[in-house]
């Protein structure tokens, strides 16, 4: 079985990285001078136990690599870039079998429209990608947790096959058949990534985030969609062993705020705070703190704003304007 990293940034890179480094047969779909530095130098991984060179191989497009029966897709890009990789993936490995190992829960409904065989992963993986051919991996002695089960439930062989690889690999990782209902869990969490790529690091931003996921938890009960719960996510990440350290001159910021610190012209706002405003919408629930953190992300993407560009008084504030 060969594993397909369908966007090699902190987690796709990561992913990657400790897959091939494990003996996995292992090829890395890139772009732009984040390939070209792979490529030309490999993958350059900074860990809190030190630093090192993959030598990965790693490719620009899906139709540079020739499919076979038994690959395995996983989908790292981030939500907005889905659709388009899923349709390049389409035309030339229409069969394969595609992991959305992503922030956000509608990847997997993008998929399963091309794709007979996707499979849900719910990824707690602390890294940054901020320069080309870099990543930084701040967990250790275990990199991250992947839990994975089919989509929309269940699990199978194949998912039994990819947990084990990752587990052998240093990550920590096991078959969920509800697998859907801890990445409701972790859609929760991830509405905060908007605040801290608006306020900076170390903003103190408690009643903002108490704010935006107090909406999250009302418009998913009255969706009537179940999640689990802080308390068990908090659980399943002890289980799992991650410790996080520092790594000097590194700043851990989330993937929201990596994309405002590379000028990455897109953020990924969309498909989480986003998602609760469609719900709320649909299920006749304000969510008027979700959706001005969304309008103003958008905003730092096309103004082309550094991280922290907000006060949190000010986000508060026009967030009350809405009510």
């Known amino acids: 079985m060969r594993y397909l990293i369908y966007g090699a940034g902190a987690v796709g890179g990561r992913i990657g990285a400790r897959l ?4 996995q047969e292992t090829v890395l779909i890139a772009r732009g001078p984040h390939l070209e530095a792979i490529q030309r130098d490999g993958l350059l991984v900074r860990t809190p136990e030190g630093e090192s060179k993959t030598r990965i191989p790693a490719v620009g497009h899906p139709s540079e690599i020739e499919w076979l029966p ?6 790292t890009v981030k939500s907005q870039h889905t659709a388009a990789a899923l349709g390049d993936l389409s035309e030339v490995a229409a069969g394969a079998a595609v992991v959305c190992a992503q922030n956000g829960v509608a990847n997997e409904r993008m998929a399963l429209r091309r794709f007979s065989r996707v499979y849900a992963m719910m990824v707690m993986l602390p890294a940054t990608h901020v320069a080309p051919g870099e990543v930084v991996m701040y967990a250790t002695p275990v990199g991250g947790l992947l839990d994975i089960g089919c989509y929309p439930r269940g699990g199978d062989a194949l998912a039994e096959q990819i947990a084990r690889d990752l587990t052998q690999a240093g990550l920590s990782s096991r078959v969920d058949t509800n697998v859907m209902r801890v990445k409701y869990g972790k859609l929760l ?14 903003a103190a931003a408690g009643e903002l985030v108490r704010a935006v996921r107090a909406e999250g938890k009302a418009v998913l009960e009255a969706a009537k969609i179940d999640f689990a719960t802080e308390s068990e996510m908090d659980e399943r990440r002890a289980e799992s062993m991650i410790a996080l350290q520092p790594i000097e001159g590194q700043g851990r910021g989330g993937s929201t705020w990596q994309s405002l610190a590379r000028r990455a012209g897109s953020i990924e706002t969309d498909y989480l705070n986003g998602e609760i405003g469609l719900l709320g919408a649909l299920h006749g ?14 905003q730092a993407v096309r103004e082309r704003r550094a991280p922290g560009s907000y006060t949190v008084g000010e986000l508060i504030a026009r967030a009350n304007e809405a009510v």
Do not use: I, S
């Open 285 to 298: 629930v304000p969510t008027p703190y979700n959706r001005v953190l969304q309008r103003l992300a958008a």
């Open 70 to 75: 038994d690959d395995v897709v996983l989908m």
């Open 189 to 202: 969490e991830n509405l905060a990534n908007v605040v801290q790529a608006l306020c900076g690091l170390d």
């Open 20 to 23: 091939f480094e494990a003996g």
